[in-house]
């Protein structure tokens, strides 16, 4: 169960820095990692790839 709401809902527009690029996509998927007690995203354009909420940024 999350401890705390995702921050961004599907189809928003985000803001990214990735190995020292920004680039701006819309988010696709979301779900919380009872692990690690935090939201992951996957974006458009990385199909696959498990972004940290941290790398995520609000436009």
Not at 4 to 12: I, K, S
Not at 24 to 32: E, K, L, N, P, V
């Amino acid at each position: 169960m999350p401890t705390h709401p995702a921050e961004f809902v599907l189809g928003q527009l985000v803001l990214l820095y990735l190995e020292g690029q920004e680039c701006r996509s819309t988010i696709t998927a979301r779900w919380f990692d009872p692990d690690v007690l935090d939201w992951f995203y996957e974006v458009s354009g990385l199909a696959g790839c498990e972004i940290p909420a941290y790398d995520v940024h609000a436009l």
